[in-house]
């Protein structure tokens, strides 16, 4: 069955509201653009306010839609941090692999995600890796196991599209509920359907 072929479900089996939350230019909207779209602008201004897409997915045998956020990185703009972090289930939590600046200020970030929802999930993902990257793995990993649970980081470049789609299923797969694991059956990994 072709992508074309496919019809968008009119129920789910779950709904999640994921965050893309990081500096500004860190190229939060060309991951939103790369994931809904499959398209890379190189033209893109910078975001104002916030702008959100849904996408609907099979992942594992399950319909999921997700209502994914993008919000502008100027520090203006935080004060819509209680409307837009609150009821959200997952951030990803961007910076740029080339500018070791957007790395630095990740704390703030994640102090303001916390201070509105204490059990999001955190994603940490360096974009734009078809570049060089300023900053050492051992680095990343080292604070994505301080950040989250699950300890995990995804490059990504929204330019060739390399780790997109990786790092939202990533996202997807940690909020699933896990009673297959729990009752000590481990379930395969499936490759996701789009719609």
């Not at 935080?78 to 990803?92: C, K």
Request: with cysteine; charged share 25%.
């Amino acid at each position: 069955m072709k992508m074309s072929d496919c019809v968008a479900p009119t129920s789910y089996n779950y709904l999640f509201k994921i965050l893309l939350v990081g500096d500004p230019n860190v190229g939060k909207s060309s991951l939103l653009l790369r994931y809904i779209d499959n398209v890379f602008n190189e033209d893109t201004t910078t975001s104002i306010g916030v702008d959100f897409k849904f996408k609907s997915i099979l992942i594992d045998d399950v319909i999921v839609k997700c209502q994914i956020y993008d919000t502008a990185g100027q520090e203006k703009f935080r004060e819509i941090g209680n409307s837009y972090y609150n009821g959200a289930h997952a951030a990803l939590l961007v910076f740029d692999g080339g500018d070791v600046s957007t790395f630095q200020v990740l704390e703030i970030w994640l102090r303001d995600i916390r201070k509105y929802n204490t059990n999001i999930k955190i994603l940490l993902v360096c974009n734009k890796c078809d570049q060089p990257v300023n900053i050492p793995e051992g680095t990343i990993s080292l604070y994505a196991n301080e950040i989250s649970e699950e300890g995990k980081w995804i490059k990504t470049s929204a330019k060739n599209g390399e780790g997109v789609t990786e790092a939202f299923e990533t996202m997807i797969r940690m909020l699933l509920p896990k009673k297959d694991e729990e009752n000590g059956i481990k379930k395969h990994k499936k490759k996701c359907i789009f719609f």
